[in-house]
């Protein structure tokens, strides 16, 4: 058995629609061999995601195609490990619970100026010191502000985020404590770069997050040191907010056709 996930466009669904939906995948399910586990519904951009476990994507879609005849746009098989750390636990729905919870989540990635030097500079064993202690100050801001470690990149982290508010508020966190702790093996502060991206978890390229992962590190990539980077995206889903989003331009970066325009939050 694998898991897949797929994407539906529902323009004029209501949650009552999709929860009946659901209702009608579950009751024919057992014939297919597949077992719907939960779905996600953005009533503001119109689109449902459903995660379900089957034997293979075809089985699937058969299930939709049989019990109401909304078949995905998209359908793609993903990772258990990779799923949990992008969205979190995945608790099975109840046939009939009305969901209307976006599966859009926001991408945070830092990276630690002059890390590669760090090892010449100070030696092994002191640059461990330095890099845990770098560890504890993002995690703990993770821990604080409901965000999900995806993985750890050698010289920073990549975090995941059911909230674009929460994401934001983590990184000017981040950046307060990184300012305000001096490291004693470096008689200074570590400096890190954070950039921020969001997107849905199916993508063009059939990849889970596939395109807001790579704008979120090529953003933070660009960022200079002490600052935090963020596409337009995170800045237009955060409007309305008190954070001071400063510095719009558009950046050309690696990978991606068209520029990007991003904003530097303001954090001190």
Avoid at 45 to 71: D, I, K, M
Wanted: proline residues 3%; contains cysteine; hydrophobic residues 40%.
């Amino acid at each position: 058995m694998g898991l897949y996930m797929d994407r539906h466009d529902v323009v004029g669904a209501t949650p009552e629609d999709l929860a009946q939906a659901h209702i009608q995948d579950v009751a024919i399910q057992d014939k297919y061999g597949v077992r719907y586990l939960t779905y996600w519904f953005d009533p503001h951009a119109q689109t449902v995601f459903c995660l379900a476990e089957a034997p293979n994507a075809e089985a699937a879609q058969r299930v939709h195609q049989e019990s109401h005849g909304l078949v995905a746009n998209r359908i793609i098989d993903v990772d258990p490990n990779v799923m949990s750390n992008f969205l979190g636990t995945i608790e099975e729905s109840r046939p009939g619970d009305l969901l209307a919870e976006s599966a859009l989540r926001t991408i945070l990635f830092t990276d630690m100026e002059g890390s590669t030097a760090l090892n010449q500079l100070i030696g092994d064993a002191r640059a461990m010191d330095v890099l845990r202690g770098h560890d504890k100050i993002i995690r703990d801001a993770l821990a604080t502000s409901g965000g999900r470690e995806v993985k750890h990149t050698g010289d920073g982290l990549m975090a995941s985020f059911a909230s674009v508010v929460r994401a934001a508020e983590c990184s000017i966190k981040i950046q307060q404590e990184f300012a305000a702790h001096r490291d004693p093996e470096l008689n200074g502060s570590i400096r890190v770069r954070i950039g921020l991206a969001a997107g849905e978890p199916v993508t063009e390229h059939d990849d889970l997050f596939g395109a807001a992962v790579q704008l979120s590190s090529r953003i933070c990539g660009a960022a200079e040191p002490a600052t935090i980077l963020a596409s337009s995206t995170v800045r237009d889903l955060a409007i309305g907010k008190t954070f001071e989003w400063v510095e719009p331009r558009e950046m050309s970066l690696r990978g991606f056709e068209e520029a990007v325009r991003v904003y530097n939050l303001r954090w001190a």
